[in-house]
């Protein structure tokens, strides 16, 4: 059996990556596999980095890998991944991959955030992931929908998201920054993003290789 930890700042995102999971094709190698779910809400009150980084460390001695679910607080993932030996990914950065590889060459990426926290952290990563590609990105706030969120209003937050992903143009590629925000992809007519089901396959795929 194989472990993937998930770091966490809402419960609300748990039965997310559990259902991405379930939906994933297995890679050689790979056919067992469970999730290990831990939920830090202070992590991301405090946007700690630090502490995002010794719950990683910590994960890690009894897992196969290990996914930090926030965008918010996702670098610190990376910040300590070089000094462990397993799969340590922000899941939100195979997001920001497969949406600049499914823009058309002078396309754009449209990414939807709720949270302002996300804001600085969503555009580095798109910036980075748009080097040397003829691929621009633009980030769109989604007001209104954080509140709904946070009293537990998860229909609405997503019936939100989708209004709003539902009027951007056609021709852009459009993205779900947050993982909670992925449940709008059910309610709207045309493809989006969200971060749950790249981020499960892209650290299947990782363990595979390892």
Known sequence: MHTIACLHVAFGTVPLFEAALERAQRPDGIDRVAMH???RPELLANVDLDGTAREVLSLSTDADAVLVVCSTIGSAAEEVAPVISIPVARADRSLATAAV?????????TVLYATDTTAGPTAQLFAEATVGRDVGFELVRVDGAWPLFEAGDHRGYAE???????????RNVVALAQASMAPAATLVG?????????????????????
């Open 101 to 109: 590889d499914a823009a058309e060459p002078g396309g754009v990426v």
């Open 37 to 39: 779910h831990v939920v």
């Open 190 to 210: 045309r493809p989006l993003l969200g971060v749950p089901t790249v981020a499960v396959d892209a650290i299947l795929a990782e363990m595979a290789r390892r």
């Open 160 to 170: 939100r998201i989708a209004e709003v992903a539902a009027a951007m143009p056609d």
